[in-house]
């Protein structure tokens, strides 16, 4: 099969997962075609995600007469289901999460994208993530374009689940794919009961590159790595304030943020009003290979995060021997057991996120390190990338011919 992937902007640092399946797919067998509404210009550092970008064909790249005549033959090619599509687009604009021309625009790129994918001959399509990327999938396959699948990761899927018309979505994918038991039953929660068999548990996976490395002692320091974009949601803010808190009870811990974001001023305002710049300090955005090197000259990962789907940042960690300190939400529990391979703590709760670091601080490395390995285990019989890549696979070859082409 000829199988395409589109993303809304590929590649980026945070979704490196996307470039990992896709090159696992390939490893397998598949022959990926690669497309993006955008991306070229995205600040990334990581070999990998350039080479990703050389290959990637971005819709926005496209010039407006370009557009035009795509838009013009496809409608010449087939009225009425230009037509039809069309008009569906304006129905879901109407009560969309963005204003209603944004669908139009949708629409018009599922015509480039219907016309790359038949030039292609691609057989079917996957994206990431339940949001515009895949209302351009469902409107190109309703102009007579390939099937497609997504990939739902929650949280931002299920917060505006109708104004981003999922339910309408899953009926029209071939199969949907939820990362984590978590996420499938909140699928379960917003789309129809007829299309529950068509939702699959496939794990956001690793490679063995990364985590089949020379072990590295876990450090005699308390010293926590958090990888994340620093923004709201990952819990940066209160990560400071819990420090804080302990430096006030004569506790300190060194703390490294690794990553970037928009609310990077306001957490080193944070930092310096605390006077915690001797113990924390903030990288910018770093490569694959530096968060690796980050992770192993900690002794644990601490992510605060309010709302997740299930970070891969968790799977890296524990895939480096390193128990992890986060909140149980999502599907975090499934994968990180409290006590057993880290700390579990409800999030958005500071009191409780200084106890877990506390009792990161209270246990001898020795006991660390067998946390580190337990976690090594589990993540590595979850989150292979080559034997998830494998389950999509196999539902690729699922599909029954008319699904195709």
């Given at each position: ?10 590649p980026l640092v945070s979704t490196s997962f996307i470039r990992r399946e896709i090159n696992a797919l390939e490893r397998n067998g598949c022959k990926v075609f690669r497309t993006a509404i955008r991306g070229w210009l ?241 990288t910018g955005w770093i490569t694959s290979a530096q968060v690796r090197e980050y992770m192993q000259h900690s002794s644990a990962m601490i992510l605060p995060s309010f709302a997740e789907g299930l970070p891969v940042v968790i799977m890296e960690a524990m895939a480096l021997k390193r128990p992890v300190l ?80």
């Open positions: 099969m000829n199988i395409a992937y589109f993303v809304n902007q590929h995205s600040p990334v550092v990581d070999p990998g995600d350039m080479r990703e970008r050389q290959l990637t064909r971005y819709i926005m790249q496209v010039g407006g007469f370009a557009r035009i005549s795509t838009i013009f033959r496809i409608f010449v090619q087939q009225p009425a289901l230009f037509v039809k599509t069309a008009l569906c687009a304006i129905k879901l604009g109407f009560r969309a999460e963005k204003a209603f021309f944004y669908s139009l625009i949708y629409f018009s790129h599922a015509c480039i994208l219907r016309d790359w994918y038949t030039r292609e001959k691609i057989d079917h399509v996957h994206a990431h993530f339940g949001t515009n990327s895949t209302e351009v999938l469902m409107y190109c396959k309703l102009l007579g374009g390939p099937s497609y699948s997504f990939t739902v990761h929650g949280p931002e899927e299920f917060d505006k689940n109708k104004l981003i018309h999922l339910k309408e979505k899953v009926r029209h994918a071939s199969f949907v794919i939820a990362i984590s038991a978590f996420t499938k039953s909140q699928l379960f929660r917003w789309v129809d009961f007829s299309d529950w068999s068509k939702i699959h548990e496939v794990h956001c996976g690793l490679e063995a590159d990364f985590y089949n490395v020379s072990p590295v002692p876990i450090p005699e320091v308390h010293r926590l790595v958090c990888v994340g974009r620093l923004c709201e949601q990952k819990g940066q803010m209160l990560l400071v304030e819990a420090i804080a808190l302990l430096a006030a009870r004569q506790h300190k811990v060194e703390l490294v943020l690794a990553g970037d974001g928009e609310m990077r001023a306001e957490i080193e305002a944070q930092i310096r009003k605390h006077r915690l710049e001797s113990q924390i300090s903030i986060t909140t149980y939400v999502a599907g975090i529990p499934e994968l990180v057991v409290d006590g057993i391979t880290g700390w579990l703590f409800p999030a958005g709760d500071v009191e409780a996120l200084a106890g877990a670091i506390q009792g990161f601080m209270e246990t001898p490395v020795a006991e660390l390190s067998a946390m580190g390995v337990r976690g090594y285990e589990r993540v590595i019989a979850r989150h292979a990338v080559d034997t998830e890549a494998q389950k999509l696979i196999a539902l690729f070859k699922s599909l029954p011919s008319h699904q195709t082409r």
